[in-house]
Each structure stands twice: as C-alpha cells, then as structure tokens.
C-alpha cells in the first residue's frame, strides 16, 4: 500500500477540506497522513484510509517539552517512511506571473 503525507490548510476551510476528501476518496488503496489538529480529526473521522496526526496529542506535547527539535524530527520519520508527499491547496502558485512556464519547468501540464 502507498503511503501519502499531505500538507494542506488546515483551519477547517470548505474548499481545501473538499479538496483533501476528494484525494483520499479517489484513492482508496492509499494510506494517507495528514499533520494537523484535533479540530480536524473530527472533521475526517469517516476517512478510513486518512490516518491524522494530531498536533495538539500529549505524545507532540511532550516531545515539544524535552525540546523542540524532536517534533520536527518526529514529523521528518513520518515523511520519510511515506512514498511522496502532496502539497494541497489553491493559492499555492496565486502569485506566480507566468504558471504555464512554471508548470512546463517542474513537468506539469496545462
């Protein structure tokens, strides 16, 4: 099974939350990780294959106490035991002039 790590805006937005289902629905033979709050575990608690890492957990807590840098490392694991990771949300190339050439130089399509 592929494993995916998603970022994505996590404020419970409509259309990034929509956009998140939509990805973990068309792929259902895929494990995805998402990075975010408690408030949000709620909101994707029927997605069986979208496995949330709540940020707010006593486990984050607690490593954030001994010292920061272990919650950054810890989330560092969790990217690299996953096959890729997707960036979502709709804003992302909002201030790049010239996308076509953009999405030409990194290999995307129109």
């Known amino acids: 099974m592929k494993k995916i790590f998603l970022y994505a805006y996590d404020h419970v937005n409509l259309g990034d939350d929509l956009f998140i289902e ?42 954030n106490k001994i010292r920061p840098s ?19 949300g709709g804003s992302y190339f909002y201030g790049i002039s010239n996308l076509e050439k953009y999405c030409i130089m990194v290999g995307l399509s129109k």
Do not use: H
């Open 70 to 88: 272990l919650v950054a490392r810890y989330k560092v694991g969790i990217t690299k035991k996953c096959d890729a990771q997707v960036y979502i």
């Open 22 to 63: 939509t990805i973990v629905n068309r792929y259902p033979d895929t494990e995805f990780y998402f990075w975010t709050d408690n408030e949000n575990k709620k909101v994707f608690q029927e997605q069986m294959n979208l496995k949330i890492i709540d940020q707010d957990s006593r486990k984050i807590k607690l490593l």
